[in-house]
């Protein structure tokens, strides 16, 4: 179990003022350790640990902004890291410039459904859904029905963040938080009668993913109402005191899944609404970033975030920063992906050369060279590169006519286009 921090006495508080003072302990407060770590760091004057925790805690009751819902109290703190890390996105993920500037046009389509995709896929999985990655972006490209209870869950998440994106200028509201829960958990729930509405009962605890003991017990359901009224003022109108939009968001994030209106699926749609206020506010490049699956790789500690804000009276400081250093790692591989794919790009451009040949056309050929098992379906390449039913079987057809894949037809309706026995010679015919 995680350690509560200890409360200081009236004289405790006092005789923390002197310490609190001192260059060295400030300097301690900047990466905002929780109490497990600092119990543990040695100090030049060998300070007594609760002291030192006293000490922090001052420091960081002098810039505290405070958050109400219903009776719950919150409140963080903007700390120099994070102000850092908010103008690293404010030059790099919104503002005036368009996606063109780092995501080539012909190909802003094509990254933007496989980021849904990975979004999708880490979102569930976080939550149970237990498929492979592979699997699952086979059955989103294929559009195959979901086989178990976890593909269910990826389909919903994909399906629900493609409908943030068409209302994602809207205001909240409760029946839009319903249908984004109901989107989430279709055909997933013990009781689909739960899908889309709100609990109607206090049967319901989070659990330590960590530890397995009760980490969190939500609010009666008597209080969603007021809370979820609080929680609609919030995300639609602006503070008296200024809050960084992506501090909002995040913040947005944790209240939703604090309150747990819903019997399930609360964590998928505590993360899509994070995306939903993000995109609404201008931060067009989260689109492309696959947040989820950096927190997937970091769960204890997107775990730990959680707990370290409820046990310490509700800092949401803890939550903020664990999420504002993920999004700088899921930044920078967007970037590193960007790079690669240009690269892959360069040498797809080889290929174009061959008459009769689309940009399109030279990535599926690229494929089936590098995966030879590969097969296709017309729904897939309209999937995998956003075009219409009649440009993906255009194009899978010329194909065929210029022997580098075969049509095969396991039955009346479907086909499925593999690589055809003239493959390879037509291939190294067609070096350059």
């Not at 989103?140 to 943030?164: E, V």
């Not at 959680?306 to 250093?325: A, S, V, W």
């Not at 970037?335 to 451009?349: A, F």
């Amino acid at each position: 179990m995680i350690e509560r921090p200890p409360i200081a006495t009236a004289k405790e508080e006092f005789e923390s003022f002197e310490i609190a003072m001192n260059p060295d302990i400030q300097s301690i407060n900047e990466e905002y350790p929780y109490w497990d770590k600092v119990k543990y760091i040695p100090t030049k004057e060998n300070i007594n640990p609760q002291k030192l925790w006293f000490a922090l805690k001052l420091i960081r009751q002098w810039n505290r902004v405070g958050l109400e819902f219903g009776k719950y109290k919150f409140s963080f703190v903007v700390t120099d890291e994070m102000f850092e890390l908010l103008h690293y996105f404010d030059m790099n993920i919104g503002g005036s410039l368009t996606s063109e500037n780092l995501i080539p046009a012909e190909n802003k389509n094509r990254y933007l459904v496989s980021s849904i995709m990975e979004e999708a896929i880490a979102s569930s999985q976080m939550e149970g859904a237990a498929t492979t990655r592979k699997v699952a972006k086979d059955m989103l490209r294929k559009s195959a029905k979901p086989k178990n209870t976890g593909q269910q869950m990826i389909l919903n998440n994909y399906l629900t963040i493609n409908y943030i994106k068409e209302i994602s200028r809207n205001d909240f509201s409760l029946e839009i938080l319903k249908e984004i829960q109901r989107s989430m958990t279709t055909n997933t729930l013990n009781e689909e009668k739960d899908s889309g509405t709100l609990r109607k009962d206090n049967n319901i605890m989070v659990m330590n993913g960590i530890t397995g003991d009760i980490a969190h017990i939500p609010p009666a359901h008597e209080e969603l109402e007021t809370l979820l009224l609080d929680f609609e003022k919030f995300f639609n109108k602006s503070s008296k005191t200024f809050i960084h939009p992506i501090i909002k968001a995040i913040i947005i994030h944790f209240i939703l899944a604090y309150i747990h209106p819903f019997v399930d699926g609360n964590g998928r749609t505590a993360r899509a609404l994070f995306y939903w206020y993000m995109i609404k506010q201008g931060y067009w490049l989260v689109e492309y970033m696959s947040i989820s699956r950096i927190i997937y790789k970091t769960k204890k500690q997107y775990e730990y975030a959680f707990l370290h804000t409820e046990y310490d009276d509700n800092d949401l400081t803890y939550f903020i920063l664990y999420n504002l250093r993920k999004m700088k790692i899921a930044f920078e591989e967007l970037k590193t992906y960007l790079k690669r794919k240009t690269e892959e790009n360069n040498s797809i451009s080889l290929l174009a050369h061959i008459k009769g040949i689309n940009e399109r056309q030279a990535q599926i050929i690229t494929i089936v060279q590098e995966k030879p098992d590969s097969s296709f379906t017309v729904k897939e390449i309209e999937n995998r590169f956003s075009v219409s039913n009649f440009t993906a079987r255009t194009d899978l057809t010329a194909l065929v006519e210029l022997g580098y894949l075969s049509e095969i037809q396991p039955n009346k309706v479907k086909r499925i286009y593999i690589k055809s026995d003239t493959f390879d010679f037509l291939l190294e015919r067609n070096q350059p």
